[in-house]
């Protein structure tokens, strides 16, 4: 089955800085790679997405990387503010249905 | 549109005590998903509809059984609570069948088993 590692698994930046974090997969079938955000408390909230036929994809100060030979995904964010401080979960699909989460990153942005 | 709902928001239970946890989803949706999240390991998918009238077991189903009462409402039981069942269960729902592979999250419940 899938397998996906994350790191690291904390991370602490100076506000307007870059964060980037990494996943890597076991699965080379796996064809859809999403990334939540998860404030404490609240639920995990989709913030980007891959697929597999895309090798990268922006949305504003947020982007995602994919390498498929090399089986990583990375989520980057520019020019941090606080609140961005949150948990960060990479995932892959395994199979038709299911999802595979990394063990997630603690960001914290620091003024 | 509420999105995906689950009660309780909290609950706390004695070892061996046992506990329904109800999830529904109103965006018409015709997969669904249980997931726990323990510190340091993400989440983890307990048990799995990809339609209404299936289930399937995921990465960790011991102690757990479940039900896909119609196409809304996926609930998930917990016959006899044991203190390793402490955790946060979240329920997910995600359109499939040609749409997006996107899963939308739940608020959560907080489960206690002393």
């Known amino acids: 089955g899938e397998n996906v590692e994350q790191h690291p698994s904390t991370l602490s930046v100076q506000e307007g800085d870059s964060a980037v974090i990494k996943c890597t997969y076991s699965d080379s079938a796996s064809n859809y790679f999403p990334w939540y955000k998860q404030e404490l408390g609240k639920r995990p909230q989709l913030i980007i997405d891959?697929?597999?036929?895309?090798g990268e994809k922006k949305d504003q100060r947020i982007a995602v990387t994919l390498n498929k030979t090399a089986k990583h995904f990375s989520l980057h964010i520019t020019e941090t503010q606080p609140e961005d401080s949150a948990v960060y979960f990479c995932a892959a699909t395994q199979g038709a249905q299911k999802l595979v989460f990394g063990q997630g990153t603690r960001l914290t942005i620091n003024p | 549109n509420a999105g995906v709902t689950q009660t309780p928001k909290f609950q706390v239970l004695k070892t061996g005590q046992s506990m329904t946890l109800q999830c529904a989803q109103d965006?018409?949706?015709?997969?669904m998903y249980w997931y726990r999240q323990d510190p340091g390991m993400g989440l983890r998918l307990i048990y799995y509809s990809a339609s209404e009238g299936t289930t399937d077991k995921g990465e960790v189903p011991n102690g757990y059984n479940v039900s896909r009462l119609n196409k809304r409402e996926f609930s998930l039981r917990l016959e006899s609570a044991a203190p390793s069942q402490t955790s946060v269960y979240f329920c997910a729902s995600r359109k499939s069948a040609g749409g997006t592979d996107t899963q939308y999250f739940g608020p959560g419940t907080r489960l206690t088993v002393l």
């Open positions: 891959i697929r597999s036929n895309v």
């Open positions: 965006m018409n949706h015709n997969s």
